[in-house]
């Protein structure tokens, strides 16, 4: 039975997705698989690719109906949307809220029989609307980019765990409770489908099951809305099941072993303490607290914001500057009163054309402070920040500072009508230090290191090695480039998810985070007389790295330093003065 053909009226007993439901695809021969993967990567060899392997690009290709041109497009397109989202390491510097990791129902359980992953999504019983009240749009797709590439880590995780050619995972959408105002609503429904649109654009092919359980009799019109978004060849791996237990049940373990499932959904799999539900893999979402609801939090002009407009329905204003100095930081911080705002950033070159670094969209600057900022290597380019008004019967109050480019040598800033703007900036450099020469010396650090991946591309971060380095570029890089060997050899920049402490660590290893200092720095109490072993000090020195990022997330304010206590009471030689412990 088709989608198309589904009724409300009809009883849901759904499997009509199954690989021999005879839906007719092109066949194409290995022997043409592998020239269109040759072409492809031929194609695409100016490219740094995140993975190279021919089993991605044919990916891209089978979505394609392996036209090479097509797959290009789409490919380049996919890695500009990387670079523009700095995809490529957000397992590295990102980390959800607390609410996302409590409300938001997606965790892995186990593996299928074919090795492939096997993820629960609680659909139906996430409080899907209540939860983008808790976040803003940037925030909402810095978590759903971080999610996809948390996916795709689970199945380089499952190649080497199973030492099999990996490439898709089975999913179990659970719409058990499911109600349509959860998903209506325009920004729970724009979300959803772009979340589709993003996910089939830029991971094609990665899905091997999806088990849709307790589909609700208006199911077929989500579905009718949400079909023509999915790939003709990921329709066959897709079953759906309406509220028949045993039918579902029973779909389940053929391809998932009973060990690998948990019992609340047919399997034996069970937490520790015996739950059925296993809360320790995965959450079943629930109603989120009002507590975290953004309306509650908004954001507050800072002290050194000084510059203020306003900005009516239809309104808009237009900051320009010229580049004269190469190298040049533009940065802007701002937040609105009343309601959100469209924004821009871009820049116009001397034959008018122009170059989008920021795309017009809407900014939730009212529900938190919007931040960035862009370098321009080339003199002589215009470059303009515009916003723009909509929407909302009373005028915009919006206080900006940083709207400006840290010239090096001219410090100047004019709006588009050459009025001289005076603000002030709050730099991370000390001010002790020569602040032009610590901003050079940072650009150009990057610019040597441009050939490198960087866990940590922020500038704060550059700035420590060349602090240590006594702003010696050279020799900054020469450490930097090490560290970053280091890091691959031991496998440090995925340790989180490679790596778990044993319980005779967890049990007798003394340290933790117990709170903040009056500077906003994490707390680490350590005690020494407990011998580390070495994935154990990677593993808890990258703790304490995140522990600055959670810090500067939750605060808004730069944090790029730790506090230790260390607590010599009890203190024995006997401890520290053996070979091993020396």
């Excluded at 194409?28 to 040759?38: G, M, P, Q």
């Excluded at 940037?138 to 050619?165: D, P, V």
């Excluded at 050899?489 to 933790?512: A, C, H, L, M, W």
């Amino acid at each position: 039975m088709n989608v198309a053909q589904l009724r409300p009226v009809q009883p849901i007993v759904f499997d009509q997705f199954s690989d021999d439901a005879g839906t007719k695809f092109k066949t194409v021969c290995v022997s043409k698989a592998n020239t269109t993967v040759l072409q492809l990567k031929i194609a695409l060899k100016d490219c740094k690719l995140p993975d190279s392997s021919d089993e991605y690009l044919l990916k891209w290709l089978k979505v394609q109906d392996y036209n090479v041109a097509r797959a290009e497009n789409m490919l380049r397109q996919s890695l500009e949307w990387r670079q523009f989202n700095g995809v490529d390491d957000i397992l590295n510097w990102y980390v959800p809220p607390e609410f996302m990791s409590k409300y938001f129902s997606l965790g892995k359980v186990g593996l299928d029989r074919f090795g492939c992953p096997v993820y629960v999504c609680c659909i139906g019983r996430m409080d899907f609307k209540a939860l983008l009240l808790c976040i803003t749009r940037k925030q909402c797709w810095n978590f759903i980019a971080w999610k996809f590439e948390s996916l795709t880590l689970s199945l380089h995780e499952a190649r080497k765990q199973t030492g099999e050619n990996i490439d898709g995972y089975t999913i179990l959408m659970d719409f058990e409770g499911l109600a349509l105002r959860q998903y209506t609503c325009k920004p729970a429904m724009e979300t959803v489908i772009e979340t589709m649109k993003c996910f089939l654009l830029n991971y094609p092919d990665h899905l091997r099951r999806v088990f849709a359980l307790n589909a609700p009799k208006f199911f077929p019109y989500l579905f009718t809305i949400l079909k023509p978004f999915v790939p003709q060849t990921d329709i066959p791996k897709i079953k759906i099941f309406g509220r028949d237990r045993k039918q579902w049940t029973s779909a389940l373990l053929e391809e998932i072993d009973a060990d690998q499932l948990p019992a609340f959904y047919g399997g034996t799999l069970t937490d520790p303490d015996g739950d059925p539900k296993c809360p320790s893999k995965f959450n079943m979402g629930g109603e989120v607290h009002s507590s975290y609801y953004l309306s509650n939090n908004g954001p507050v002009a800072k002290d050194y914001m000084k510059e203020t407009m306003s900005i009516g329905a239809g309104g808009k204003k237009k900051f320009k500057y010229k580049v004269d100095v190469p190298l040049s930081v533009l940065r802007w911080e701002f937040m609105t009163e009343g309601g959100d705002i469209r924004f821009r950033v871009y820049s116009k070159n001397s034959k008018g054309s122009t170059n989008d670094f920021v795309p017009l969209s809407r900014v939730d600057s009212h529900l938190a402070m919007e931040e960035g900022y862009l370098t321009c290597e080339e003199p002589g380019k215009y470059f303009s920040l515009r916003f723009f008004g909509h929407g909302h019967p009373n005028p915009i109050s919006a206080s900006s500072t940083n709207q400006h480019f840290d010239k090096r040598k001219s410090s100047q800033q004019q709006d588009c009508n050459g009025n001289v703007l005076q603000t002030e900036k709050k730099s991370f450099i000390d001010p002790k230090y020569d602040q032009i020469k610590a901003e050079n010396a940072i650009q150009q650090l990057k610019m040597a290191m441009k050939d490198c991946k960087l866990h940590n591309p922020h500038d704060e971060y550059l700035y420590k090695w060349l602090l240590v380095n006594q702003f010696d570029v050279a020799r900054a890089e020469k450490m930097l480039r090490q560290t970053l060997e280091w890091r691959r050899v031991n496998g440090v920049d995925n340790i989180f998810q490679t790596y778990t402490p044993s319980e005779v660590i967890r049990k007798y290893d003394s340290g933790g985070q117990i709170g903040v200092d009056k500077f906003g720095c994490p707390g680490i109490m350590r005690s020494i007389t407990q011998k580390e072993f070495t994935k154990f000090t990677f593993w808890t020195l990258e703790n304490y790295v995140r522990a600055t990022q959670v810090e500067t997330e939750r605060t808004g304010k730069v944090v790029t330093q730790s506090t230790y206590i260390f607590d010599y009471e009890g203190f024995s030689l006997s401890h520290m003065s053996s070979k091993p412990g020396m």
